[in-house]
């Protein structure tokens, strides 16, 4: 069966006797899948409300819809496919009153956001050459499927932490049976300090609810970051552009900065 977007057309066939109660999902020679009771959300709700952020994709698109233009090695389109199933199927109840249902950003433009950092670090870190890599720092990693990506995919010395401890353990699991080096830990984002004096690239995409409770955090995280290091914001409270830092790369609802390095 063939659904359309507003850029894509998504092949769909059942799920063999292993993938029983799944839906395979095919578009731009990239598979996914993802079980039944949730694909009609995911694409007839999902899918054609976000497709207007995508812009050009040369026709090579997640098993959402999105961009994989940007990533050239098949194993690698197959890993972001596997991590976007899981994140299709993830909820989180709020444990706190405050935090986040887990919400996914899209995972094929988190990875067009960082490929752009990746691009312009090519001057400091050389991945075939250098090491030790920078270090990705995740906050509300939910079940680490970025983390994944982001150690994977580019290389990265990746971590994170959530508030809950249902969430670090998933995350954990999932680290270590691909083969990861990083891990992640339970930690109040509000209250966690090191990892943002530390860390060379963060991934923030709005954990909070409450605007003032996520413009306090982005706030935060700005002072501690140490000078040239990058911040990726996404769904943002405050306005990144008043900071005055270099802007890397932009999407609809996320931006990737840097932070000046002290003269």
Not at 116 to 132: C, F, G, K, L, Q
Not at 212 to 238: D, S, W
């Amino acid at each position: 069966m063939l659904y359309r977007t507003k850029t894509v057309l998504v092949e769909t066939e059942p799920g063999t006797e292993e993938e029983e109660g799944f839906t395979k999902i095919s578009a731009g020679g990239c598979w996914a899948f993802l079980p039944n009771a949730l694909f009609e959300v995911l694409f007839e709700e999902l899918g054609p409300g976000l497709q207007a952020n995508i812009g050009s994709t040369d026709g090579i698109v997640d098993a959402a819809g999105f961009d994989l233009s940007w990533c050239k090695d098949p194993e690698a389109r197959n890993l972001i496919n596997e991590m976007l199933a899981m994140e299709a199927v993830t909820t989180e109840n709020s444990i706190d009153g405050q935090s986040w249902m887990f919400k996914p950003y899209p995972i094929s433009t988190f990875g067009k956001l960082l490929t752009a950092v990746i691009e312009d670090m090519r001057w400091t870190w050389n991945r075939e050459v250098d090491n030790p890599a920078p270090k990705f720092l995740e906050v509300g990693c939910g079940p680490g499927t970025k983390l994944v990506v982001a150690e994977k995919v580019f290389g990265l010395d990746a971590g994170g932490f959530d508030y809950n401890p249902d969430y670090v353990r998933d995350a954990n699991a999932l680290l270590q049976s691909k083969g990861c080096k990083g891990g992640a830990f339970v930690a109040d984002a509000r209250e966690v300090g090191a990892p943002y004096n530390i860390a060379d690239v963060i991934w923030l995409n709005r954990p909070f609810v409450h605007l003032e409770l996520t413009r306090h955090l982005e706030k935060t995280v700005f002072n501690r970051m140490h000078p040239g290091a990058y911040v990726i914001l996404g769904n943002y409270a405050t306005n990144p552009k008043e900071l005055g830092w270099q802007v890397i790369a932009e999407d609809k609802v996320a931006i990737v900065l840097r932070k000046p390095v002290l003269k």
